[in-house]
């Protein structure tokens, strides 16, 4: 891990070091897991897409009745001006991830707790997956329902996400974890959301039960700009088994190409073309080579 | 709130103020709430039945599969230290709450955060409820079902409790949240399990949908020496409202009666004979008048 | 049917022929299916349990938060009086139902309808189930979760028993349908609950997805009397199909017992020993032949 | 309420008093809330769509197998009739509701009772929306699945209704409920349907989950009319909560804004500027100021 | 039945006569249904849509995790060649069903036994429905959950399927199973998919909860090339009752109109316009006349 | 495997070498799994329990309704007959299985296909888990629910055995499984019934989920006679993680310990104390050291 103690994180209204960033066991964000967060990246240091970031964090509050005690476009500010404080720090690393979160604070009265931090984005743990795939789990844990909890909202009470991590190394320890909803359709990883590709058509299920990812949204665009036909529909495991290609979408690596579900390969070719074809539209639109970077800073040759 | 910052804690090998146990935002414990922990109380200052919640906590560990790193021996070791290093102050405040939390730490092979924190019990939250009634809310955010994360597990990862809490406050500004599970069941509330009397049976719901709730389990016994028949059974909200008794039993307060739930009036005098009998012979099962106790440290006159 | 336009019955405040009981449109007993009710009898013009009813009329009042103007025991008086000013009818008829309701009335602040009905009992319905055994059919339509209106309330929003009664007759013109709750366990018929015997058990539904029927019950109470172990338990359709004996328990006919469901015969003779054995220490009970009171006043030749 | 004692009603072949219409309690309409029923308006006293609501009415009661002895034709004709009957007085009320009911009758084999009430439209219990908006509230109290009574049938077995009206005046004296369907999803009101409008898109239920409503149908009409994208799609309540617009579409006041959701405001300003545009357009389509209308028959100064 | 005991069949690597096709007892096939299959047919002797086919048995065999030991084009030029070798029996019987199946063999780890099977079309079985309708019934057993089964697998474990089939005779001596979902919703018959026009828009399930149908995806083309909208979408019985027309989609008959739906007869005429508009382009396509055809090999005058 | 192909059989009527048992493709047993079965086993040669197969072969049966031809009392002879026609065989394989299955034969109408085998009891397949203990895993595919298929009958349709054996072998491959109902509890593996011991008190699922074992009953029959405590109750992995002990009850092992489930080591020592204290108890009750007799078999030296 690239150490990031000394970067500049704001919290509560000041700007330390991350290492003087601690939360008191007593904080509703710990006690009971009562806070919300985002995650965005930099390209070439520019926030990417951190309206779209702002206004789900506001949407994750909005649900949980979270007064943060900043408005929309102060929390942007916020975000902006944590990521220049760090600047100094990207040639070293690359580019960077935005955490802002938000706890109820000591009581359920608050005052919020109100963090966001900036750190290195973590290219070594996905830049391998470029170019051997990662390995997807369908894992037996299953995803929230909204009537326990919305998946629509982004926070820190993932219990069930640690056990499906550790479901999935039980399987393959490369394995990454796809999770079913109650009723056996496909929801999404621990953090990145679900595509497949058959016969042509790019899916992806609907964001009923899932976390209606940026990084999603984007790919749904990148689709659509290049012809590409999408549905957003009710998907099982014999979808992603039986489908062309598989990959995830997600905030640093953007796109994921899996070569193996659960033991069995997937689909023909490794990375599928249709992946490709994304992967390099998207990486035309931040004006940065998404793999090269990837491979670049975790010291990987291509 | 009785400040507690002074007070000693164990925190991961050594014994700090509580002031300076302090979890940072990569920690698993908070990142995604992957930690397991118990709530005791001290009668006159002597842990009770800590050898069950150290039991407890265990099976919690091993579920999540954390590795705190100590024996159960060692841990009840260290919760009974951390309860003498504090005992000079039981005076002022009557008794203790022994808590103990165990984070996978800052990545999924650890090493485990481990925390024993000892807190003045906070009477004033609870003793108004043995002479006018704790009012419960059946609230509609749903319980864990046990594919999702298991409900006898004792963790943070409570974002459900946080939402029944906000709703039972929607109906009675004192409401304290009944939760359900997805098959309507009544469950328990948000560290506490439900009692109910009825035609002179004391019912509560079964351990499938529930913590196993180390008070409910000596409510229990208690009532067994009392000859009460008992049965652990699904119940609904018809049960709760048609009740002649409902209460609640929790750590520190032991037995909480309600007089309300969804602003029905629960039977007929208040609190019912049955739940009286039970308080006293809890009292003389711990030596120490709990209701008297809890009236004069919240300084209330009986 | 016995013609009963002309017997007396309570209608808000005042005694009037049935003929003159009539419900308009507007009231929401009719508009919304707002009104709880229950439905006893006379066992030579004595009101059986007629406590258990009033008790469970008012469960199901609290539970609606219908205010009937009321107390349990003004009801009661009404119900023994309302028998009373009809007994010099009974010699015809045999003995009667008692039917009280209470509708919340024109608007949701009220006042409620409440009316009793007095009638002839309809020995003619059931008598020949005796000899021939009655006819049950597991229909599709489901009975109601808690969680959209429980079932241990007594009301008129019925709908469902309407499409299971029609399911049945599909099936067998004779059928009388018996319904699976949402999980597929056995529940109830409309106005009866279920009861088998198996290797000298008898079974039924707990209480959870059914009415709390007072016939079931006294079913109970004689059976215990009788030495015979009962279980209440989650049943399902496979129990039923290998039973040894199924019966109904209903407030006219007491015990229905079965020869036939979904076309499958039950058991070995009919009806079986366990089935009779209740039979007859439930006529001792009440001090009537059941059976042959029946087939008399339906014309039968036992 | 405006009294309408003396309208003239369709009632099983005659033309009667409305204060005439009773049904008495042996009628399964009442026994079982074994009826279905409509519910149209007039705009300057033409019925509106009155072909869809006699199809769905149908619908209804081929469902339930209930045979009402009339064409849809005849059906039709008695409702323009009834109106006709009533018309002289119009100019006191300003239009009508029209409310046809079938029910069973006295026993399965019938004969229906067959019902036509015309009344005053009661714009007194609207009309104040337009100004402050309606609040919706998300009750806990679920709607029917389908395998217990289709939602897309209309009829008077609506006891978890009344529960859902309870519960929503628990949370806000004012509040409208809003119900979720087993699965979590929104469904509708209590007569009525749910639209939102996110990113200027407008969202509502499918009709797998509620009742084909006519007023929602027009209002998915007029939309298309206007070029905006209506989406059907499961909801959840994250969707309300962070919508920019809510509504209600409903028979008499046609399209009611919501100005809050369980608490929480809605949107920015209000009403929303789709609403409106909604409204104007429908205003336009009926040749009646919907608004105006409304204010002036509730007495209510714009 | 047409005696097809001498018709020449693939088994395990050898050319056969049919009445040599045998599976041991303890071949998994037989012992737990581990067998996947698929059904095509002929017209004019020629094989149609037999990529199709094949497809879908490799997306069965890869969801079963079972080795046919054989290509996809070596699966295919079998069945071809299975074809030719009985096609000197073709003018008797018309045409022919062609049933590939591969069990697992008699050990977890295989040796696959594989099949593939060639036999004369049934049309006695179907030939009537296109005169008279076909009966359908909504039955109460109900078809697989994804997370037990995925129903996009074609396989022999069918002991569901068997229940359906008698209960829908125990409604009707013809009637021909639809089943639901575990949430009520429409999926398909036992071995066909199921269609309904309403308001002008042709209407079937998603393929989330039935078999991906080859006759289905056909059927949605000739649609498409028609004009005729197509909606794929969750449907209830409802659905169906309320429908103008109703028909499967099944291999040997192509389309069969409905009639009658759980005694309630469906839509005006029979058949209907848009099911008689798909045949006739169905027969177009493929250079047949379906009906006729069926009827001829049937001995049914038209 | 001992090979038994040149054991006797009854097959239809006749006694054939088991090689000569073959069921074509179009009997339903093998085209739908339209089969029931039983599986047996002998102690000394003589069948143990013989009569409560027996019964459960005909609850299936008439579950199914499928029609034998033979009476349960001529089944049972056979089956007595099938063992002593093969006992010669006995010296060399220590003791058998019986397995009798019918099939409904090759049309809804039958005439059934009826078989019962005798085989060499498979010691090696079982032995060394009296030594080392099996290890369970806890799959993802789910059980039947009774409303699809009653996991009560024995039959062959388990396409969701065969994934479950799959799945178990990708977490271990000595994995067996273990499954859960839809609702998230322990039912039962592919062929043998879950046991815990917790606290001294043996726990295993009710049988509203599972099969009805034989083996199963004895276990609790014998737990009887020793005195402890026995409940049938719902059971989560929580349950099975944190047991004492855990075992299966199967015909041909009787009780299998198990030292492992999901990665994690059940209990204290190894085998528990209870599980010794049944299976001892268990040897006596038959007359056969079975332990003794397995590695025996088996060719382990204890």
């Avoid at 935005?98 to 290195?120: D, H, L, Q, Y």
């Avoid at 796809?178 to 990883?189: A, H, K």
Wanted: hydrophobic residues 35%; contains cysteine.
């Amino acid at each position: 891990m690239k150490d990031y103690q000394d970067y500049t994180s704001y919290f509560n209204g000041e700007w330390v070091p991350y290492s003087q960033v601690m939360v008191p066991p007593h904080d509703r964000g710990f006690e009971v897991a009562d806070v919300v967060f985002d995650q965005g990246r930099t390209f070439n240091g520019v926030p990417f897409r951190l309206e779209d970031h702002i206004s789900r964090l506001y949407r994750s509050l909005k649900y949980m009745r979270i007064d943060s005690g900043l408005s929309p476009q102060e929390m942007t500010e916020i975000c902006q001006e944590a990521v220049q404080r760090n600047d100094h720090r990207r040639s070293e690393v690359g580019d960077f991830n935005i955490n802002p979160f938000v706890t109820r604070g000591p009581s359920i009265e608050g005052p919020a707790t109100v963090c966001v931090i900036v750190k290195p984005l973590a290219f070594y743990t996905f830049a391998r997956f470029y170019i051997d795939g990662a390995h997807g789990v369908i894992v037996k844990t299953r995803s929230y329902s909204s009537d326990i909890m919305d998946p629509k909202v982004k926070h820190h009470s993932r219990a069930n996400f640690v056990l499906a991590e550790l479901e999935a190394r039980d399987i393959d320890p490369d394995g990454l974890p796809i999770m079913l909803d109650l009723g056996g359709n496909i929801t999404e990883g621990i953090g990145y959301n679900v595509f497949l590709v058959k016969d042509g058509v790019l899916k992806t299920p609907t964001d009923r039960n899932v976390l209606q990812g940026v990084s999603r949204k984007v790919v749904i665009e990148i689709a659509g700009n290049l012809g590409i036909p999408v549905s957003e529909e009710d998907l099982q495991p014999y979808d992603i088994y039986t489908a062309d290609e598989v990959f995830f979408s997600r905030t640093s690596p953007r796109i994921v190409p899996l070569s193996k579900v659960d033991t069995r390969p997937i689909g023909g070719q490794f990375p599928g073309p249709i992946t490709q074809h994304l992967l390099a539209a998207h990486s035309e639109m931040v004006g940065v080579d998404i793999v090269d970077q990837a491979l670049h800073y975790a010291g990987i040759e291509a």
